[in-house]
């Protein structure tokens, strides 16, 4: 419809406030349980659920490692809940949803309409990552929009921001009369929102730039994401299909127009007289808004929708789910994929990397409550079915004598829920020295960092005598670092701090067979 | 060609100008919080400041030896108390120095720096400085009047928070009226050393600078690279980028301790760690020696605490170095040294 018609207001709907409401309590929910959770006291807040909402994540994982984990119940709820719903999760609730509503700029822009068709992408996107899970691959879970959302804030949005702030406060610190109440903001801040120093993220712009194509995917259709890629809305609107409460237009329609130009997912059709299809329609109540004829209600009827062109049918289904076979296929023969990775450090207690890949749900949620950033976003570290699963880059951070959080946050239990004291004895990988670039191997200067930052009771790197002397206070014996392979844990604060620029001059490698 | 509009312009100019800006903004990210230059403040004048920087800063020389004996003749150089009940060895020790009187006066800020190196160990571990030693130095500030008491370290294992609950400090410190600080990158503040043989700018945390009575509280630990971390090894908790002091290790402790002066240096060994520090983590290292130092003069406390190792300052490369910067003295015979049992 063109935008002439817009001579109306909307009126304001008691249910489209309450939406607003909602969206807004649950994104604050998903942020602020996510700030908190870095905070080691509050660990015990409902960080895990914020994962485990997820039907698709949840689903996924069950097919891929063939456990029911108790925590599924709460996606199981949420899949449950498009019979009686639609897709209201993806309209009300779902963060990535918000903020695409928060963030749309397509209002008034609309050129052509896209192609229905599109819509399919998403049940493809569906299919495929349930056949690759269930040939447990979960590489795919990569676009499930709850695991989009943390990790792109975990990794992107709140490190920026930040940024952004500590940007401002050493601008404004400067200014005499705002030194005091700018320290005081700042020593609120940290580290109750964000950490005291800073975060820091590799490929950050990568992972934020997902969200960023998103977002501006909007300026194409508003919930362009919701429409046509989302596979968590393409799970839920199989079952809003058979929906108890649908959006019914009634005979007062006098076919304005008015709820198709203002309906989010471009679901309303004049063409069908404006009915809807319950698997696009996210339940958000615009049109009860744009109506001015009481003519769209939400009612209680067991019906099962009208087919649509772009529903997904055998061929569809065929197709991607052999398209899933050839890649899980693929991604199992690929050579570099079999290669032993050094580098490969995985967070601590996880002992078999196929396994944590057929695990790992991708959702960063370690990555948030690591305090020393030693866990990181894999981009293809461990092969080309790792984006977004964590490895431990030592380098970056190093993985805390007095922390646990990760196997205690990690919602489907890839990372094991270790006690700190199974976690200090649980091997991640071990120290090797690099004795060219050793300040005291290399150079004979007196430099023990890594001996003194070994955590361990009995250390692990020990000091050797070596007959020479120092060359920086002659008459001093020279004593060499020396890495005793059966103590160490691989928690990498020795490569972390080692003082040697560039690359350290001990390092942390794995100790995959 | 069009003409360009002024709603044009603006709009490629604001563009462009965010676009800028926002390059330096990402340049600056992936980068830890550094240093900035903060407004300095001018320290507000003290009457006992005269007296508490002569004990400080000049203790090693002659004339400062002379004006410790200008105070009451009773005043010790230095204090060893031994003993179980520590809030009263702490009190029996700052009186042999002339009191906390002689360290502040009422109103003053005060900044206390125990060490705090790892979040890994409760204090029975001896990695981290006695919670009870801390707290009763909070509580004695606060008895002489002192308008705030800080206390704060940078731990270079774990989170400030996590090591300020798991050391046990931060507890005793907010019984006893004190506040921890977590040391906020906003505060580091870039200083040349003048005079300096080998540090010649660091990084420092400001308000220990300008505080008027910083007391510095280690604890007596084993130490790799130092031998024996203790008094002037405690003063790195102060700066940032540690890790590039370590080599010339010795030439650079003293040139920090030419920067960052306390006026009062409190030596834990109630709990000390004979081996395997700075970290500790196994009770076996760990001997109980129930023995507190207290001296204005760094170099001499720490001299003394080489004795809780069975050593002599000749052990500890550093101290001799100290000591010809004339930090303090490392040579104790002929000071007036008090040892007391509680």
């Known amino acids: 419809m063109s935008r002439t018609i817009r001579r109306f207001r909307r009126k304001p709907n008691g249910w489209v406030l309450a939406r607003k409401i909602t969206q807004a309590a649950a994104l604050l929910v998903f942020l602020g349980g996510l700030i ?154 940290r580290p109750q929102v964000f950490p ?30 919701c429409r046509y890629l989302c596979p968590l809305g393409a799970l839920l609107g199989l079952g809003a299909r058979l929906s108890l409460f649908q959006r019914r237009v009634n005979d007062h329609c006098t076919q304005c127009g008015l709820c198709a130009s203002d309906c989010p997912t471009g679901t309303i059709d004049a063409e069908k007289e404006f009915g809807s299809d319950p698997a696009e329609c996210t339940m958000c109540m615009r049109c009860l808004e744009s109506c001015h004829q009481k003519a769209v209600t939400f009612t209680g009827k067991w019906q099962i929708a009208p087919r649509q062109e772009y529903d997904p049918g055998r061929r569809l289904f065929l197709g991607t789910a052999g398209l899933a076979v050839v890649m899980t296929v693929l991604f199992g023969v690929d050579w570099k994929g079999r290669q032993p990775r050094p580098r490969l450090l995985r967070p601590p207690g996880v002992e078999k990397n196929n396994a944590f890949l057929s695990t790992c749900v991708r959702c960063g949620l370690c990555m948030q409550v690591c305090p020393t950033q030693a866990l990181q976003a894999d981009l293809a570290e461990s092969g080309l079915e790792g984006p ?16 646990n959080a990760c196997g205690q946050t990690c919602p489907v239990g890839a990372i094991p829920p270790l006690s700190l004291k199974e976690k200090r004895l649980s091997k991640i990988g071990r120290a090797v020295i690099d004795h060219d670039r050793c300040l005291a191997w290399g150079q004979h200067e007196n430099c023990l960092v890594c001996e003194e930052m070994c955590p361990l009771p009995q250390k692990a790197i020990t000091l050797e005598k070596s007959g020479f002397s120092r060359t920086d206070l002659p008459g001093e014996e020279l004593l060499l670092p020396v890495v005793n392979s059966d103590r160490c844990i691989g928690c990498g604060i020795c490569e972390n701090k080692c003082p040697v620029s560039g690359e350290a001059a001990i390092r942390v490698e794995s100790i995959w067979s | 060609m ?38 300095t403040e001018t320290k507000q004048p003290q009457a006992t400041e005269s007296l508490t920087e002569a004990s400080a800063t000049e203790a090693a020389t002659e004339e400062s030896a002379q004006n410790s004996t200008s105070t009451p003749a009773q005043t ?93 400090i931060q507890e005793q410190v907010e019984a006893a009226g004190g506040s921890m600080e977590i040391m906020s990158g906003l505060k580091y503040v870039k200083k040349a050393i003048d005079g300096a043989v080998s540090l010649k700018q660091v ?106 190792f069975g050593k002599t300052a000749d052990y500890l490369p550093y101290l001799g170095a100290a000591e010809k910067r004339g930090l303090g003295k490392a040579d104790l015979s002929g000071l007036k040294i008090e040892e007391i049992n509680v």
């Not at chain 1, 800073?198 to 362009?224: C, M």
Request: hydrophobic residues 45%.
């Open chain 1, 36 to 189: 908190l959770s870095r905070n080691s006291t509050s660990q015990e807040l409902l960080i895990k659920d914020l994962v485990r909402v997820s039907p698709l994540a949840m689903l996924a994982e069950l097919l891929s490692s063939k456990t029911f984990l108790a925590g599924s119940t709460l996606g199981l709820a949420v899949l449950l809940s498009s019979f009686f719903v639609g897709r209201a999760w993806c309209g009300w609730l779902c963060p990535l949803g918000t903020l695409l509503d928060v963030f749309h700029f397509s209002r008034g822009m609309k050129g052509k309409p896209l192609p229905e068709g599109l819509r399919k992408i998403k049940y493809g996107l569906l299919v495929l990552i349930l056949t690759a899970a269930l040939l447990g691959n979960l590489t795919f879970l990569f676009f499930d929009p709850v695991t989009i959302f943390i990790r792109s804030m975990t990794l992107a949005v709140l490190p920026a921001l930040d940024k952004v702030v500590y940007f401002l406060e050493t601008a404004l610190v400067k200014v005499p009369f705002l030194t005091d109440p700018v320290l005081a903001f700042d020593a609120w801040l």
């Open chain 1, 196 to 225: 005291v120093e800073s975060a820091v993220y590799q490929y950050a712009v990568l992972f934020g730039g997902l969200l960023l194509i998103l977002l501006l995917l909007n300026f194409v259709a508003e919930r362009f994401w």
């Open chain 1, 388 to 403: 977004g699963t964590p490895v431990l880059v030592p380098r970056i951070g190093y993985c805390s004598f007095s922390c």
């Open chain 2, 2 to 39: 069009k003409p360009i509009t002024r709603r044009e312009f603006v709009k490629i100019a604001g563009t462009s100008l965010t676009a800028v800006a926002a390059q330096q903004l990402l340049s600056a990210c992936g980068i830890k919080p550094t240093a900035t230059e903060l407004p």
């Open chain 2, 76 to 168: 010790a150089y230095l204090a060893a108390v031994r003993g179980e009940k520590i809030e009263e060895m702490v009190r029996q020790g700052l009186k042999a120095l002339g009191g906390m009187e002689r360290f502040m006066k009422p109103g003053a800020d005060v900044i206390i720096k125990p060490n705090i190196c790892v979040a890994y160990n409760t204090y029975e571990y001896a990695s981290t400085t006695n919670p009870w030693v801390v707290g009763a130095l909070v509580k004695l500030c606060i008895e002489s009047g002192a308008k705030r008491v800080r206390v704060m370290d940078f731990p270079f294992g774990g989170t400030p928070d996590q090591a300020y609950r798991n050391s046990g």
């Open chain 2, 203 to 308: 990084e420092v945390y400001q308000d220990v600078l300008t505080t008027d009575l910083l007391i510095n509280v280690p604890i007596a630990k084993n130490h790799s690279m130092a031998r024996l971390t203790l008094g002037l090894k405690n003063l790195m908790g102060t700066i940032l980028d540690r890790e590039a002091i370590h080599p010339s290790f010795e030439k650079n402790l003293s040139d920090l301790a030419t920067l960052v002066k306390p006026q009062l240096t409190v030596i834990d060994g109630i709990r000390t760690l004979m081996a395997n520090g700075p970290t500790g983590g196994s009770l076996d290292d760990v001997k109980l020696q129930n023995t507190l130092i207290f001296s204005p003069d760094i170099v001499a406390a720490d001299s003394y605490a080489t004795r809780l």
